[in-house]
Nanobody, 119 residues
């Protein structure tokens, strides 16, 4: 069973930066699209950003656009989420997930990494 493992979370002050990483133990799909999601305490999980296999196609939620950048290194089976200008409202558990390029459903999920932004 292929596993996705997130890392890079932690505690940071408002205005700071973190880089999250999502490393896969193998290939989930032939050319997967990888997404980052987050869930704040008491709130539903929300989409943050996604990147296709080639890295040439990215999408961002309004909350991330202009502050976050998603990228991938397929040689390392890793997708990154660079988060800048972090604010307390960015606090939450961040998850990565993979889906087939032709599907709308993310089928492989990691266990999450916690991000806490203090004011």
């Amino acid at each position: 069973q292929v596993q996705l493992v997130e890392s890079g979370g932690g505690l940071v002050q408002a205005g700071g930066s973190l880089r999250l990483a999502c490393t896969s133990s193998g290939r989930t799909f032939s050319r997967p699209t990888t997404g980052w999601f987050r869930q704040a305490p008491g709130r539903e999980r929300e989409f943050v950003a996604a990147i296709n296999w080639s890295g040439g196609g990215t999408s961002y939620a309004d909350c991330a656009r202009g502050r976050f950048a998603i990228s991938r290194d397929n040689a390392k089976n890793t997708v990154y989420l660079q988060m800048n200008s972090l604010q307390p409202e960015d606090t939450g558990d961040y998850y990565c997930a993979d889906k087939a390029s032709s599907s709308d459903k993310y089928s492989y999920w990691g266990q999450g990494t916690q991000v806490t932004v203090s004011s």
